[in-house]
C-alpha cells in the first residue's frame, strides 16, 4: 500500500473469522475520525476444522498472505466466535439502594448480581444488559440519578463451554498469535452492517455461514437474544450433492451452488440446464437448473422458518419493526431476501459492510464479520485510550492538589 509507512503499529486493529470452510485475517488501520481503513486480508479454505493441526498450519499460512502488506508482524487479533456451543440465557438481578439515588456503582452492582451464574453455564463471552426497574417502574434504558429503593435489571449472558473456548485459544496461540477479546460473531456483524434507525427500531440479524446460522437481535444498545442453529450453507451442499441424480463430491456441489445455485426461479429460461461431471470419466451430464433451484430454495426455506420460529417461541418477533437483515456467505444466492421476506412477513434486507474505507472488493455480506472484528476492536481500542486520558487526567489533578496543600503548608 503506498501509505503503509505512516501506519503506526498502535494503529492497526486485527480482526481473525475462523470459519467451518474457511479462515480470513482482516487487517485495518484506525483513522482520526473514529473510521476504519481495510488495509488487507488472508483468507483460505479451511479443509479439516475440527483437526487443531490443520486449523494452526492453515492460520499460519494466513498470517503469511497478510504481513508483507503491512510491514508489522501479525500479534494481538480479535476473534469472532460462534456456533451451537455458544448459549444465552437470561438473568436478574435487584438490589437495595444504599442512598436512595441510583449512582453507576450500583448500576455496575446489580449487573454484576444479574451475570452471576452456575459454573456448568460455561465460561462467560459477553454480558448484555438490558432495561431497568426502579421500584414500579419499568423500561428505564439509564437510571443513572434516578431516585427510588430498589433497583433491577435483567441481563442477558452469553457463554460457550471452556473447552471450546480453549482449544481456539489453543489454535490461535500455536499460530503465533495472542486473543485480544473473543467477540460473539453477530455482534461484530451488526457493528459492519446495521444502521442506528435499524437497531432503535428493533432488529434481527441473521449470519448464515458455512456451518452455523446464527441470529442476534438488537433493540436500541441492547441485545436482547442471541442463537446459533447448525443448519446453513453446507446443508444445502449437502441436498444438492444428494438431489441431483448424479453422484458428486460435497466439493463439485458447493462449486454447482457457487455458480449456478439461485432461490429465483422466476428468471431462469424453461429447460435451462448446466453440466455436472459423471463418475469415472463418463463425459459431463446436463442437469436441471430450476430442480438445483428448488432444492435450494427448499432448505433456504426450512432454514428461515426454524429460525422464525424459534424468534417466536422467545417472544422476539413483536420487537422486529426494522425487519430481518441477511448477511453471511449465502447471502450470495440471488433471491435469498425474498425467501425471508415470505417467511417472516417482515422487511428484509442483504447486510453489506458499511463505515469502512480502503478495498472496496470486500464490501461482501461473507465478510461482515471479519470487517465488523475490525470496527468492534477499534471501538474497544478507543474506549481504552479515553479510560487511560481520563486515569492520567485524574492524576494529574491529584498531585496539583497535592502540591497546592504543600504550598500553604510551606507558607501559611
Same mark, same amino acid.
Given at each position: ?218 433493540? =436500541?444498545? *441492547? !441485545? /436482547?437474544?442471541?442463537?446459533?442453529? %447448525?443448519? @446453513? $450453507?453446507?446443508?444445502?451442499? #449437502?441436498?444438492? &450433492? ?102 417472516? =412477513?417482515? *422487511? !428484509? /434486507?442483504?447486510?453489506?459492510?458499511? %463505515?469502512? @474505507? $480502503?478495498?472496496?472488493?470486500? #464490501?461482501?455480506? &461473507? ?46
Amino acid at each position: 500500500m503506498d501509505d503503509n509507512n505512516e501506519l503506526r503499529k498502535e494503529d492497526l486493529v486485527f480482526g481473525l473469522d475462523v470459519g467451518t470452510s474457511k479462515i480470513n485475517l482482516f487487517a485495518g488501520a484506525m483513522n482520526p475520525d473514529n473510521t476504519v481503513k481495510i488495509l488487507c486480508c488472508g483468507a483460505l479454505p479451511l479443509k479439516r476444522p475440527d483437526e487443531l493441526d490443520d486449523v494452526v498450519e492453515t492460520l499460519q499460512n494466513v498470517i503469511r498472505q497478510l504481513e508483507p502488506f503491512i510491514d508489522f508482524d501479525v500479534r494481538d487479533v480479535y476473534v469472532g466466535i460462534a456456533g451451537n456451543h455458544v448459549s444465552s440465557v437470561n438473568y436478574k438481578g435487584l438490589i437495595t439502594l444504599p442512598t436512595g439515588e441510583v449512582r453507576e456503582v450500583d448500576m455496575e452492582r446489580v449487573k454484576n448480581l444479574a451475570s452471576t451464574i452456575p459454573e456448568t453455564a460455561g465460561q462467560i463471552l459477553h454480558v448484555f444488559p438490558g432495561e431497568y426497574t426502579l421500584d414500579d417502574q419499568a423500561g428505564i434504558r439509564n437510571p443513572k440519578g434516578l431516585n427510588g429503593r430498589r433497583l433491577g435489571v435483567e441481563v442477558q449472558v452469553v457463554t460457550s463451554p471452556s473447552n471450546v473456548i480453549l482449544n481456539l485459544d489453543k489454535s490461535v496461540t500455536r499460530a503465533g498469535l495472542h486473543v485480544e477479546e473473543l467477540v460473539l460473531e453477530p455482534l461484530a456483524a451488526a457493528s459492519a452492517v446495521l444502521t442506528d434507525d435499524e437497531r432503535e427500531l428493533g432488529v434481527a440479524l441473521i449470519d448464515i455461514g458455512a456451518g452455523s446460522s446464527d441470529i442476534a437481535v438488537f433493540v =436500541g444498545e *441492547s !441485545v /436482547r437474544y442471541t442463537a446459533s442453529l %447448525d443448519i @446453513a $450453507g453446507n446443508k444445502i451442499t #449437502s441436498d444438492i &450433492s444428494q438431489c441431483l441424480r448424479v453422484p458428486i463430491s460435497l466439493s463439485k456441489a458447493e462449486d454447482i451452488k457457487k455458480r449456478y445455485g439461485t432461490c429465483r426461479m422466476s428468471n431462469l429460461i424453461e429447460d435451462e440446464t448446466f453440466p455436472v461431471p459423471s463418475v469415472g470419466d463418463r463425459g459431463d451430464v446436463q442437469c436441471s437448473r430450476k430442480l438445483l433451484a428448488q432444492v435450494i430454495t427448499a432448505r433456504v426455506f426450512e432454514i428461515f422458518k426454524i429460525l422464525k420460529e424459534d424468534l417466536e417461541k422467545q417472544k422476539m418477533d413483536s420487537l422486529l419493526n426494522g425487519g430481518i437483515v441477511l448477511t453471511g456467505g449465502c447471502c450470495a444466492l440471488e433471491g435469498i431476501d425474498a425467501v425471508a421476506e415470505k417467511v417472516f =412477513g417482515k *422487511s !428484509v /434486507r442483504i447486510g453489506y459492510p458499511r %463505515d469502512v @474505507a $480502503g478495498v472496496q472488493s470486500y #464490501s461482501n455480506p &461473507s465478510y461482515a464479520t471479519g470487517i465488523g472484528l475490525l470496527l468492534y476492536a477499534a471501538k474497544q481500542r478507543r474506549r481504552e485510550k479515553r479510560r487511560e486520558t481520563g486515569k492520567q487526567i485524574s492524576v494529574s489533578m491529584k498531585k496539583s492538589l497535592q502540591w497546592f496543600k504543600d504550598v500553604l503548608k510551606t507558607y501559611f
